[in-house]
């Protein structure tokens, strides 16, 4: 597809597992953004894959949080021991060059998987 | 780190103008100011951005204070399918860390039909 798409759409866990959360960017886009939102809250920045650069963690809640970004395309999102607070729609997002070829900041937005842990 | 502040909740009546103010004392010479909404139950989308000077493209207007202190989304007619929340954030440069995106809780707009 042409947009952001992340897998799954919903995902219930028992609180100690470990959980992945996939997301496949737009094609071509270097840029690739985590974000969590619980409930009735804004987003809340996770971390920043750019190119081929060193990811920036620094919104990481806990070492229970990674990320990797492979072949510079898709991402995945692993959780550790999951707990009940880490309940929260996850969001991915990635930035690239715009249809006239320039670097763009607009970040374009999957539909996010809402993750429930029992 | 540079943070925005924005009313919890406007209303504004179907196909009038909205106003949807942002303040931001303390940005930095090389932040951006962008505009992100997100409608029930998806994922935010890009509105609009500037740095300096207002700027117009099909969805909204961003006015920008002279002293970048504050900024203002214009939603010159206001329809039904505008009703979402409003995030306004900074962001430096292109490549810079990440770490200064700050969504907040953002203003949630509601159309009266």
């Known amino acids: 597809g042409a947009g952001v798409s992340q897998s799954p759409s919903n995902k219930v866990t028992e609180k100690g597992k470990d959980v992945e959360l996939r997301c496949d960017p737009i094609?071509?886009?270097?840029?690739l953004y985590w974000y969590r939102q619980s409930l009735g809250q804004g987003l809340e920045f996770l971390i920043y894959?750019?190119?081929?650069?060193?990811?920036?963690k620094s919104g990481l809640p806990s070492d229970r949080f990674s990320a990797e970004r492979t072949g510079g395309s898709v991402s995945t999102l692993t959780i550790q021991r999951t707990q009940q607070e880490d309940s929260a729609v996850y969001l991915c997002?990635?930035?690239?060059?715009?249809?006239?070829?320039?670097?763009?900041?607009?970040?374009?937005f999957g539909p996010g998987t809402r993750l429930t842990v029992l | 780190d540079a943070k925005t502040t924005q009313p919890n909740s406007m209303e504004s009546n179907e196909e009038e103008p909205v106003h949807l103010p942002c303040n931001h004392s303390?940005?930095?010479?090389?932040?951006?100011i962008h505009w992100y909404r997100q409608l029930p139950s998806q994922g935010p989308e890009y509105v609009i951005h500037?740095?300096?000077s207002n700027v117009n493209n099909r969805m909204a207007s961003l006015a920008i204070a002279e002293d970048r202190k504050s900024s203002t989304l214009i939603l010159h007619r206001a329809t039904l399918r505008d009703a979402a929340v409003y995030y306004c954030?900074?962001?430096?440069?292109?490549?810079?860390?990440?770490?200064?995106?700050?969504f907040g809780s953002g203003t949630r707009l509601s159309i009266r039909p």
């Open positions: 997002a990635s930035s690239g060059r715009d249809r006239g070829g320039r670097m763009s900041d607009e970040q374009f």
């Open positions: 094609s071509g886009h270097t840029a």
């Open positions: 894959f750019q190119g081929n650069s060193a990811p920036d």
């Open positions: 303390t940005i930095s010479g090389t932040d951006y």
């Open positions: 500037g740095l300096t």
């Open positions: 954030i900074l962001r430096g440069f292109r490549y810079s860390s990440a770490s200064k995106i700050i």
